[in-house]
């Protein structure tokens, strides 16, 4: 272990809460010392992306020297120094023991396991420990209970609608919405044509090397296909406005149009990629927005409104809502399984290696970038594992280890409410599911495909084909009244007995051998 220099209160930073603004920062105070530790319990509770752990150790250690060059006193410690201590309470007493600090403080974390295990220590530490706002979104955590009684179910358009008025966000003097109405979904589902152009994502060069080896010294298991030295997410405030400039002045005018498209061209197509800047608090979610709308607002015949409308509705609305429906409905929300599916994750998660080309791309660019978009997310991994009958647990577990942005407020509600319908209708109105039409419909992957989209039974048939009617058909009971639903039931009805067991017999063989798929 380093020397522990002597303080007079501690400070804990943590992985995620990189952000240069807090208010923490705007003096330095010699009696105060930061502490920033890469640990062993955040490396291991789900088996993590390389690139994740990675980008978040690197992230911590730029933060630190940024703070050092600023004339703060940091304390910033590598799974060297941290390797011998279970968790993150024992370090705590170790170095305010050895620092003789009176006081800690810290901020208040975003997720459930490390506000019970803060606030746990906090009540048997023999010195005071106060728990100090973390500055970064734009509805106040008081804010939540009123905002999401727990006695009903949500919808982030109603929400989204309420936090648009509240911060003045792409609002008329009136009152109205900007260009008349609320939501411009309907203009964000096309498919990306061959004749436009994806420019290059933008990547960075940051190295990684010693960060690699730390984590092979302590035997820490990661997944993906990466073994690159160096890394090309944004580990600092600069590098992430960087990011957020070349979205905004390159990639947003076509945004809108192609943000839910599937392709096989390009692995991040127009979208931003700012989630990890955002998750860590280097960039904040009001800048982000406000650099947006001022940009478009600025020159409105090269930005569509419906492509900065879009970008806005996926901060302002999904990821507050997210974070609200999280801290309203835990922990208990984390048990949720209403379809109570057990069956385990295929293995093909884990390795890329299955013949449905849209499930191989979606995979491999995970295991590739730690990254995929909402719509891979959403309409292919989670919508298989939804009409598989995956353990809500055991999706957790990927989405949570995979994604360089996941961090458990955001991905579990994603996650076993809107991609897997664990939660019986909390966040959605009814599962998101769909057959091989709509990945047809959406991208490029079906025309390559070893697999026939056009059938619905027998050898080569989609997958997701038998499989959404397998689903439907064993949901049926509680499904069928929802009036968004019953058509599809009448549809089903119309087939015939004969078509039926066809697509239910084939359905079941692919269950079967699941893993062969």
Not at 131 to 147: K, N, T, V, Y
Not at 357 to 366: K, V
Request: proline share 5%.
């Amino acid at each position: 272990m380093v020397d522990i220099p002597d303080c007079k209160t501690l400070r804990l930073v943590l992985g995620d809460q990189l952000n240069r603004q807090h208010p923490w920062f705007e003096s330095s105070d010699p009696d105060v010392l930061y502490l920033v530790a890469e640990l062993p319990q955040e490396s291991t509770y789900v088996r993590h992306h390389v690139q994740k752990i990675a980008a978040f150790f690197a992230a911590m250690q730029a933060f630190a020297s940024d703070l050092e060059e600023r004339g703060h006193r940091v304390l910033h410690l590598t799974l060297d120094e941290t390797a011998e201590f279970d968790d993150l309470p024992g370090l705590l007493d170790f170095i305010t023991e050895q620092a003789g600090a009176e006081q800690v403080e810290y901020q208040r974390p975003d997720e459930y396991r490390l506000v019970k295990q803060l606030s746990t220590w906090a009540r048997q530490a023999e010195l005071t420990v106060t728990c100090c706002r973390s500055h970064h979104f734009l509805l106040p955590f008081a804010d939540i209970e009123q905002a999401f009684p727990d006695d009903k179910s949500q919808r982030m358009e109603h929400f989204y609608r309420r936090m648009r008025r509240r911060f003045d966000i792409l609002m008329e003097k009136d009152g109205k919405p900007a260009g008349g109405q609320w939501n411009f979904d309907p203009e964000n589902r096309k498919r990306l044509p061959d004749d436009v152009e994806v420019p290059d994502a933008l990547v960075f060069d940051n190295p990684i090397k010693p960060i690699l080896q730390r984590l092979g010294d302590h035997g820490i298991k990661t997944l993906g296909h990466s073994d690159a030295e160096s890394l090309p997410w944004p580990i600092d405030r600069r590098q992430s406005l960087q990011l957020l400039d070349y979205f905004v002045d390159c990639l947003l005018p076509r945004f809108g149009d192609y943000q839910d498209a599937l392709s096989g061209r390009h692995w991040a197509l127009f979208h931003s990629r700012l989630s990890f800047s955002l998750n860590t608090k280097m960039l904040s979610p009001e800048e982000v927005i406000r650099r947006a709308t001022d940009a478009w607002g600025d020159d409105p015949d090269s930005i569509p409104l419906s492509s900065v409308e879009g970008f806005v509705r996926q901060i302002l609305g999904w990821r507050e809502f997210m974070r609200g429906i999280y801290w309203s409905r835990m922990p208990g929300y984390a048990a949720l399984n209403q379809l109570e599916h057990e069956r385990p994750l295929p293995e093909f998660y884990w390795t890329g290696e299955t013949r449905m080309n849209c499930m191989s791309q979606a995979i491999n660019q995970s295991l590739d970038h730690a990254y995929a978009h909402h719509i891979q997310r959403l309409m292919v991994t989670g919508n298989f594992a939804l009409l598989a009958g995956v353990d809500p647990d055991r999706v957790d577990q990927w989405y949570l280890g995979i994604y360089i942005d996941a961090i458990e407020w955001v991905e579990m509600p994603n996650t076993r409410g809107m991609s897997q319908f664990a939660d019986g209708g909390i966040i959605a109105s009814k599962p998101y599911v769909s057959s091989g039409n709509y990945i047809k419909r959406m991208g490029d992957h079906c025309k390559s495909c070893h697999y026939k989209v056009s059938a619905r039974s027998g050898d080569r048939s989609c997958p997701f084909n038998s499989l959404y009617w397998h689903f439907m058909q064993r949901h049926r009971d509680w499904q069928e009244s929802n009036a968004r639903v019953g058509m599809i039931y009448r549809n089903w009805d119309r087939m015939g007995s004969s078509r039926q067991n066809a697509i239910l017999q084939t359905a079941d063989d692919y269950l079967q051998n699941i893993d062969s798929l």
